[in-house]
């Protein structure tokens, strides 16, 4: 079946110019996570959702980071003002949730934001 | 939070070479998955394990969860091995997110 996808693959923006980062999980996936990666580095946690409810938003940097997922399908991550350390791949996760019990992860292809 | 450290940073080996990747991690999971991130950055998912031994092909992985680490096997080493291994695992009640370690980088030489 369809894996995780994100759009769009790369992005470049001005620096305060508002970007919107697109993720659609797995069919039937309740959880979404996402996450930034910098360059050599591992992915970070950002935000994570379940069903349409942002469950931990712990991971974001700023409050200029913003994400929603109002159908409990498709998200979208939204930074305002970009800055130039904002530059990184934002990755986009979803997996199953039963209860306690944490389930396989699968990622999508990621967006490569550069803000210039 | 938790802490994963993995080991060796840097690894070349010589195409059919085996090669050991470790994980260690600081506290007890819920969750433990190994990824290859490929050269295009697509993270690719080679195994869920939070707990004992599992192979697929020329890999294979064993977490011992008790002692807090989890191995990665590598036979006979291709070309299209080469990458970034990650680690990384879900710790804590109610706690669903991966934390990640600094991963091993892979680089396999005909």
């Known amino acids: 079946g369809a894996g995780v996808s994100q759009s769009p693959r790369y992005k470049v923006a001005k620096r305060g110019q508002d970007v919107a980062l697109r993720c659609d999980p797995i069919s039937g996936h309740v959880s979404l996570f996402w996450y930034q990666q910098a360059l050599g580095q591992g992915p970070e946690f950002l935000t994570y959702?379940?069903?349409?409810?942002?469950?931990?938003k712990s991971g974001l940097p700023s409050d200029r980071f913003f994400a929603e997922r109002p159908e409990g399908s498709v998200s979208t991550l939204k930074i305002q003002r970009t800055q130039q350390e904002d530059s990184a791949v934002y990755l986009c996760?979803?997996?199953?949730?039963?209860?306690?019990?944490?389930?396989?992860?699968?990622f999508g292809p990621g967006t490569r934001l550069t803000v210039t | 939070g938790i802490q994963v450290e993995q080991s060796p940073p840097d690894l070349i080996l010589q195409e059919g070479a085996n090669s050991t990747l470790r994980c260690n991690f600081s506290d007890s999971v819920n969750n433990l998955q190994w990824f290859h991130q490929n050269p295009w950055g697509q993270l690719i998912n080679l195994f869920y394990i939070p707990s004992g031994t599992k192979q697929n092909g020329r890999l294979s992985a064993t977490t011992v969860a008790t002692e807090r680490y989890s191995l990665l096997y590598i036979s006979s080493s291709q070309t299209t091995d080469s990458g970034v291994y990650f680690c990384a695992v879900v710790s804590g009640a109610g706690s669903y997110q991966l934390t990640f370690g600094k991963g091993t980088k892979l680089s396999v030489i005909p």
């Open positions: 996760a979803s997996s199953l949730v039963w209860g306690a019990i944490s389930y396989e992860q699968y």
């Open positions: 959702f379940q069903n349409e409810a942002q469950l931990d």
